[in-house]
Each structure stands twice: as structure tokens, then as C-alpha cells.
């Protein structure tokens, strides 16, 4: 994919964040995701290329805009999109940190177009690849990332989204002396943080959804660390019926263990995240002096980079700092 392209959809993400942060502690997790989403799909349609929701706000007669399978653009370099235009959306309401709008691309039909459930996830650093396993017990995934990172059981952080389904996990994980970080939401961020230093998170484990999953390991292709998934429809209340939908359009066994490269099976992919409100990775929206200044990142798996990025929107009567 062409940089140009990269740089137009981290606009995109731009916007999307700029929209959610109107909401920002305000309680209403709603409209900021809505608020989110319009703006991402009004940008996404000012681009010259033909993108292709794989991953989105959910099937086409369940959402108005960013459905799976709903086409964006002015036409040009096809490209398959995993979106979520607000991770976190409870984050936002509560003015918490580490929401984000987040983006993948790659080119068309790499993407794994994962069905709308739950995922049994586990992501570490690039040190740990080969030796975590979604299928292991938690006690041999925290051993063996304390391994990895040269670190006693003692010191290895955790990370695991804050759910009455993993209430066992949590007590497994405490039960080898780990220590445990639990998060109200946004497990896009959990992941990938397991893979970047000096975010406190060596491992991150449990179960989520499944669009979260294809983000997460769209970021982590780039950066080098291990991703692995499992499907898990007995965790939906609609999980029969989206599983006999997924079975019928499937291009993998979704009862086999999802790897990294299932997942995303690109090597020139990129993730693209914008902070909404401040975390360890990014920084939130801000507005001062009439300009508005965001905090991005690209995560390029094609030249494994990871370029921060700082934009101000002067606006017609902004002023920047510096």
C-alpha cells in the first residue's frame, strides 16, 4: 500500500477521535460512539481508493454505516478495513483513559473477516513468540513470558479485561504470583500494549471480541509481537446463529487456534489508532487557542515501523504551539 494512502487514512482516524471527544465524560457511551463512526465513514468516502469493511460496527442489518461488507471510497486500490471508530466507548463516557479510534488496512482479502462473537485471546512481546499458546493454562503463559523477559513470576503484569466470565482466569493468574491489571474495556490497546515496553502489561489474556482481535493483531504483525485466538460462540446469546452464518462463509476452521498470520495474512499491513482521551501510548484530544491537536500512531508492518504523530488543526482562527 502506497504512503499516501496510510497518511489519508490516519486522517480518517483524526477525525473519528476529534468526533468522539465531544463526548468525553459525558456519560453517554452511545452517541459517542455514533458521533465516532459518522465521522469515520464521511472521511473514509473522501478517499480515492475502494475499501471494503471486513470488520466493522456489525452485519448490515444490524448497523447503518461501517457494516461488514459495505464499500467506501472514490475508487482505486482495493483494500480491506477492520474499524473500530471508538474503542473503549465506555472510556469515553467516563473521561477514562486509553480510548481510541482505531483502524487496519491491508490490501483486499487478507483481512480474516472474523465473525461478530467472542474471542479467547492471548498477546506478548516479541520475545515470546513460539512459546505462549491460546490453548495453554495461564500458569505456562505466565511462566513462560517470565521466562522470555528474564523476570520472576512475581514481576510479570497481566493484563485482563475486568468480566464476571473471567473470574477463574484472574484467580489462575494470582495463583502463580503474577500480578494482575484489570481493565474496564479496551482490550485492542491490552494486547498490543503486552508488546511495547514501559506500558506495565508483559501478557495480555481472555476473552473479547473478535473484530477487537483482527486490530490487535494488525498492530502486533507490525511490531513484531505474538497474537493467538480462539473463537467462542458459547460466550454469545446469539452464538448458534453466528456460528452456522460464520460456517457458511468461512475461509478457516473457526475451531482452530487463530494465528497471527490467519488473522492478518499480509505482510503490508498497518494499524492505525488516535487517541481519544490520554493513555500510556497516546496521547487524548485537546483543544487550546481554537486549534485542535491529536495523537496517532502507524504501525507499519511492510517496513516495521512505528511512527508517533502530533497533528494540530488550526482551524480558520486557531492558533498553533509548539
Known sequence: MN????????????????AAAEWNGRGDKVAADAAATEAMREAFNDIAFSGRIVIGEGERDEAPMLYIGEELGLGGEAVDIAVDPLEGTNLCAMNRPNALATIAIAPRGTLLFAPDTYMWKVAAGPA???RV????????????????????????????LLRDRHQELIQAVRATGARVRLIDDGDVFGAIASAVPDTGIDLYLGSGGSPEGVLAAAGLKAIGGVFMGRLDFSLDPHGAEKRARALKTATVDIDAPLTLDFLVSSDDAAFIATGVTPGEMLGGVSSSGGSVTTHSLIMNSADKTVRFITTTRRGEHGTIHF
Do not use: F, R, Y
Request: overall charge negative; proline content about 6%; hydrophobic content about 50%.
Open 3 to 18: 504512503t499516501a494512502l496510510t497518511m489519508h487514512v490516519l486522517d480518517v482516524a483524526e477525525q473519528a477521535a476529534i
Open 133 to 160: 499458546h491460546i490453548d495453554a493454562p495461564p500458569a505456562e503463559n505466565v511462566s513462560a513470558v517470565a521466562a522470555c523477559l528474564d523476570k520472576p513470576v512475581s514481576e510479570v503484569n497481566v493484563c485482563i
Open 128 to 130: 515470546c513468540i513460539g
